[in-house]
């Protein structure tokens, strides 16, 4: 399908893989699109940034990076920011077509439905979206798909209305009469108020006159407050609406001096708020901000899970906006024909974006347009693989990524292309078919896809590597194993035991070569540990200390998606014990905190005691308590008179021998290790570098409190 992408400062169409159908989720044929001309510019100027002008403007991102380099190094830290710069970015936000599918657990929408969608990274300037639920409406049948293109604007622009709590027959000024405020001077003439206008362009003032406003007048020839005082007897207006946006704090405190006593202003658009205490303190003003199209908007349960908000308890969401916006059109109390000034077929599109950036005479609204170009247009467009270069069938291991988020795109694939003796990378797949696309061309893959289906039916690839969310894990590495493909599964193996049984049966039927990417044991310290250890005589006593840090509750990992962070992440550790000890499990047991906070999870804070056949005792002290101050990990290990301490997989010092410590600049943890050992394991036949009884002790110590819970 053809989407739209912005790439340092340049706007081009591209062909990517479509999205597939997801549950919860809608399939549309994109007809009509809105370009922001504000919104969107301004990202196609960003883009065109260097590195270090975009930091600047945003410190906190050069913080986490510093974080990042810390603890990951240098080469991931480039690799990183490469990333980021070498990225398309997907633009478009409100757009309106044809269902063409329907995901499971939706009763209200079906194929050939007209609907229109919201968001941004969901509803963009591509031939085809997946939407969620939430994120999605019907469109009236006495409202076009061109004029319900325009929704999200209409929708931001409703809820900075409804924050105003507008009233019969008050008098409310809307600064900045663009797109959105001349939705917004339609909106609150439907609501019986008189309204002010104000715009540096004169054109923009008279186009408000028409759609209703009473007075428009240009800052720059009249002085607003004076303006306003002659209007409202000296008083000032009851409410100011900001839907301008500009980056100085000249607006918001002139909205302060036009605005009465005990009066509100709303803060729409983008605006400096360096306010004055006076007049905001004199006149007991509300300040409020209006957060884009309403209750819901950033609500990961509400938009992607589609977990509405009650009815009585919040009567106006962001879907109902929306629903609310398109009623208002279609009654014509809102109307389009002169804001909608410009229209571009999907091809013109950079021709668009340029005429936007250089005209003298910007227009207010404009709209793209997707033809049905061909008879079998919708199998072009549904297609979820685009084919990057005649790539030679390789003898080397033929790889699939499946799942190239900032993991894979950081650590195995340039692991992977240094390894380039070895192995080679044919597929990219994503769920987002820009991300496949862009992550195919930068690591030279032969294709890209949105469906994992496609690699597992391609007799060229040898082994997939699966990077997908936790919950996914486990069904798609059976349905590698079918296809008969040797299988690197990033942890954890399952979130749930009824998963992780089946896939132990469905690989022992198979034989696959399998791996889980538990790195820890490969790495250097890590082997080094095992030989000093080789020889003992009695049992090990090894405590863990995890300093994970703080993710909130709504994080992914915490969710079904993630299973939790000791299923997650916790689990590296109990494999590494295994490694260590080698020796069966005997028992084990979970002891967490009771946190006297919502926000601070007991099943963040655990301690994990192992003990195996052996006799050996290992603890994992597992926190987000603490501070990022302290490295992450650490680990201590008795034995026969020794000691050996790991600092965070930098350092390794050895007490009671002579044994020489290791100290690195750059923090190793196996990454690059264990895929010499999977190449290994597919070129000489030995199927599990870890047995499948450890791997399923491993997962079984994560998903499980205690031992008990198994008998």
Known sequence: MKQIFINRGLVHIDNVPAPIIESGHVLVEVVYSLISTGTELGTVKVSDQSLIKKALAQPEKISKLLEFFKTQGIQKTIAKVTSIRDQAIPIGYSCSGIVIQVGEGIVDIKQGDRVACAGAGIANHAEVVLVPRNLLVKIPDQCSLKDAASMTLGAIALQGVRRSDPRLGEIIAVIGLGLLGQLTVQLLKASGCKVIGFDLDERRNQTAIELGADYAFQPSESDPV?????????FGVDATIITAAADTDQIVNQAMEMTRKKGRVVIVGAVGLGLKRSPFYEKEIDLLISCSYGPGRYDYSYEEKGIDYPYNYVRWTENRNMQDYLRLVAEKKVVLDSI??????????????????????KPLGVILHFPAETQ???????????NLLVQPVSKKINIAIIGAGSFAKTVHLPNLLSMSDRYCVRAIVSSTGGNAKNTATT?????????????LEDPEVDAVFICTRHNLHAQQAIQAAHAGKAIFLEKPMATSKKDLDQLVAVLTETEVPFMVGYNRRYSPFAQTTKKIISNRTNPLMITYRMNAGYLPPEHWTQTDEGGGRIVGEACHIFDLFQYLIDSPVAEFSTTSINSKTRHILNSDNVVKIIKYTDGSVANLIYTSLGTPELGKEYMEIYCDGKIIVLDDYRSLKAFGLKHKSINVVQPDKGHLEELRVFAKAILTDNRYPTSLQDLYNTSIISLEKDSEEIK
């Open 226 to 234: 004076s303006v306003l005082r002659d209007l409202t007897n000296g």
């Open 340 to 361: 909608l000034e410009k229209e571009y077929e999907l091809d013109e599109a950079p021709k668009a974006y340029e005429e936007l950036q250089t005209a003298q005479v």
């Open 376 to 386: 079998n247009h919708l199998q072009v467009k549904t297609s979820t693989k685009v």
């Open 443 to 455: 690591f030279g893959a032969a294709y890209a896809s949105t469906d994992y289906k496609d690699v």
